[in-house]
């Protein structure tokens, strides 16, 4: 039954009937029960059939796909399947460029030197032979050549160039491709078939071929509908659909197929990333006409739709070797980017000089270069966070503003900074950026379930557990650290990622592995990867099949296989003073070496050996491979519409609270410390201003005089001090304590948004709502804040014994939160003002020193009039205002502030005299006449400091949006922008 099966085949048939690739003997085995998808690199996985009941281990499978495990039992149906089945072996390995002599197979990587060739890093060009008897009973022997990961039999490891015995039923493991010598046994017996045909590089090193001869278009059918038995078909990820697509980007429900009138109609479900019939997309649940052949994209994916009589098949547009992986080729044409030379604002400088290539599917690039070359701000172009001053980027042959918002999740970037909040376990970390970015239409079950998918993946469910911690906590290695980053990103599964310096700062063994982990997604899950790489070691450099390397000012210098970069790099020198450099290091000396020997200043020199090596570069014949067959860009820039993007719902906005919240309670004693600084406040306002002494109101003896000097003598005072009572003022104390709301609000929020710059900017790029984070932080902050004042105003209220009863209370606990919830906004300002935590902290009690000199109390606006206009941008004055009115209000009661005049003075005169009282308490807080009264009139409408307040706070946070909203995704320029300035390069 093996041998029908061809060597490299993608999909394989698992189930009863005669025509499955396996087949299950039982009597509850089902037609189906499954199929096997092998994705590259010897990864392969079941994806269960409706009805199917796969095991693992005797522990149920469910129903989503999962990877085999060779060394796993599994059944169905009480059938049992060999996960080293001849059949899957044969799905892993290819038919190598060796004939075929009885005997022997030679196992390896390298087509050229072995039998059979596996796609795995962790095998060697030449592994291993297997040899076997020419008559039946004698042993089989294996013999490693070597080889770097080593040869095991079981759990021993086989001594390099010796011929070991092993028995007919052995597992053995090349690397991690785990094989048995049955299978293997029963391919020699069949043959091997003849030899592939030889791949010749035309140039460059080992890996020459792969780069230059890029994979075939690859089609594979998803699912196939009879349009006679239902008028309505779904397509999407569920399980349950008519037609299921695996994969992550794509919604439950996706889009419909209809039949209508003899017409194929196909309709959008209201996806999450959208659906394109043709290149054009459709608007939420809009319907449009279908022709056999047409080329539809759900979300990343892009299918084709083949009809046949009445049956109508869908099938996936991938890669050869990558089934029902996206196939995304991105290019950049002509790329340069120019800025104004801070030094010389007359004049500009170029980061980026016309830069073209094209990275295809299975692609790992180098981005190389000296500092300053422009190898960040062409990572940045690729993604979209920066847009081009002239040139392109295009994904599959369109614009990237084209199709950018169909490629959310799809494109994967991790700056040099983590991404990570320290507070989170692993687990957590990665399962918001799931929540966040995968469709909102995944269950928790899910999303765990991909979270888990992942973490094993990157090696990391051991530590999923965690917390990631700072890195000067150990808590993690440093690979760890940023394998976490990665799985970050690797959760929404992109066929597109770039990272920026992801070995800086590793030590040697988990540079290594890093390198070896970004080789395996490429090579085995078909994603195209771009790295910038600082001074790699030369094994890790040659994981990379290809270097792209800038030159100062952004010249690109070279852009092919990795290792004729070698030879590249020293073709400016004779033959005979060529040293056959095979070191990435040396390619640089010689860089640098070239410049010395030209008569120049240095800055002259750099950009002319630039300009040579460019030169040399576009008249070869490396040059000409990279720009051939798949890799041959497009003649000119592509026009196109941008495309509108899908607003994200409000269910963002609960996940970023969810996760802020979580972060505050995890830093338990950051947040003790911001819980306790209420009480401590209040504590000490207590001492200082709950054993005053009571003495009568010096200020409503200047105030009567200034009266009587204006009123003449209908004003008598005789017999005054007897008649004033002593009082104890409580306005200083009730100031401390609107400044101590607003040191709440403005401390708790300074540090917010600088401390996490880069996690923002990363979620900005996957079209994170600007609005969404900054109310998420303010919501959080701005309870926490109504905590502390809930707790200082209580404290206070009986320490002070302050009066007015519960209305007081109320109305001072709303204002003195209102001022903390401004003050919450000021910080958030601040905090996206500043590059560093440090200048946030130091700028915040630089922000308090206005709000204490200008809040009311410490410079009365009636003794310097002008004050009152700059005070009435101050919370501190609108706080104030706000929490000593009941205060006054409640003290008119109060003999000492309610001063009984003689008989002969007016039943009401102006300047709160009433009755023949002078109603002191409150002229010392609104009287805009009286010397050194605090001017604080009661304000109705937008006046009262509510209102003030809470349009303050809209304000402030309109600021604050504006100004990160400067960080999202820079897709357009502006097309009034003139003529850029004479260029400078740099």
Known sequence: MTSKVRLGVQTITIGSRDSCDIRLLGDAVLPLEGEVVHSGGGVLTLVPAPGSDWQKNGVPCGSEPFRLDPLAVYQTHRSLLDPLHPVLLKMQCRRGELPFTLGEIVLGREPSECHLYFLDPSVSNRHATVQFPPFPGAPVTIEDHGSTSGTRVGERLLPPHEATTVEPDAIIALGSTVLSIRALTELHEHGLGPPAEPVHPTFGGANSAAASAPRRRHHTVVGSVQMAKARSFRIGRSRDADIVIEYPQISAHHATLIVSHGQILLEDAGSDLGTLVQGARLRPFERRVVEAGAEIHLGPIATRLGVDGDAVTLAVIDEEGFALKPSFEIEAHEVTIVVPDRLRPDQSKVLLDRVSFKALPG?????????????????????????????????????????????????????????????????????????????????????????????????????????????????????????????????????????????????????????????????????????????????????????????????????????????????????????????????????????????????????????????????????????????????????????????????????????????????SVSTAILLLQAPLIGVLLGLVFGDQKPAAPAWCYGALDELRALAGQDIDLSGLPERILPATDRAPALFFMVVSAIWFGTSNAAREIVSERAIYARERMVHLSATNYIASKFIVLSLLSILQCGALLSLLWFLLDLGGGAPAFGTELGILCLTAICSVALGLLISSLVKTSEAAMALTPIALIPQVVLGGLMVPVTTVPWLKWPMLVIPARWGFQGVIRPERLAAQEDPAWNIALGPGTPDRLPDFIDGGYFRCALAHTESETLTGALGLEHGQGLSDPAAVLSISTAVLLIFVLALLARGGPNLRRSANAGPPPPQTRG
Do not use: C
């Open 363 to 667: 692609d790992l690039i180098a981005l190389m270069g000296p500092s300053g070359a422009g190898k960040t701000t062409l990572l940045h172009t690729l993604t979209g966070a920066l847009a081009p001053t002239s040139g392109q980027i295009r994904v599959n042959g369109r614009p990237l503003e084209a199709v950018f918002s169909s490629l959310r999740g799809s494109i994967g970037y991790v700056p040099q900074d983590d991404i990570v909040h320290p507070e989170l376990t692993v687990r957590e970390a990665v399962t918001y950026s799931a929540r966040l970015r995968l469709p909102a239409d995944y269950s928790p079950e899910e999303i765990d379930a991909r979270v888990t998918r992942t973490l094993e993946e990157l090696g990391l469910l051991d530590v999923a557990h965690l917390r990631i911690g700072k890195p000067d906590a150990k808590v993690l290695s440093g690979g760890q650290r940023k394998r976490v980053n990665i799985a970050m990103e690797l959760v929404t599964d992109p066929v597109l990622l770039f990272l920026d310096e992801p070995t800086s700062g590793l030590a040697a063994d988990d540079t290594a592995q890093l390198v070896l982990l970004l080789e395996r997604l490429a090579s085995q899950g078909g994603k195209t990867i771009i790295a910038t790489i600082h001074q790699p070691a030369r094994r890790e450099y040659e994981r990379f099949n290809l270097a792209l390397i800038l030159g100062p000012g952004g010249v690109p210098l070279y852009f092919g296989p990795t290792t004729a970069a070698y030879a590249f790099f020293e073709s400016w020198r004779p033959p005979l003073e060529r040293a056959h450099i095979d070191n990435p290091r040396d390619m640089f000396a010689e860089l640098r070496e070239r410049q010395k020997k030209l008569d120049m200043e240095p800055a002259q020199a750099r950009a002319a050996v630039s300009a040579l090596f460019r030169e040399e570069y576009e008249a070869s014949t490396i040059a000409r491979e990279m720009r051939s067959g798949r890799r041959a860009p497009l003649s000119s820039d592509v026009a196109h519409e941008a495309a509108p993007r899908r607003a994200r719902s409000l269910r963002a906005l609960g996940i970023l609270i969810a996760r802020y919240t979580k972060i505050k309670l995890r830093d």
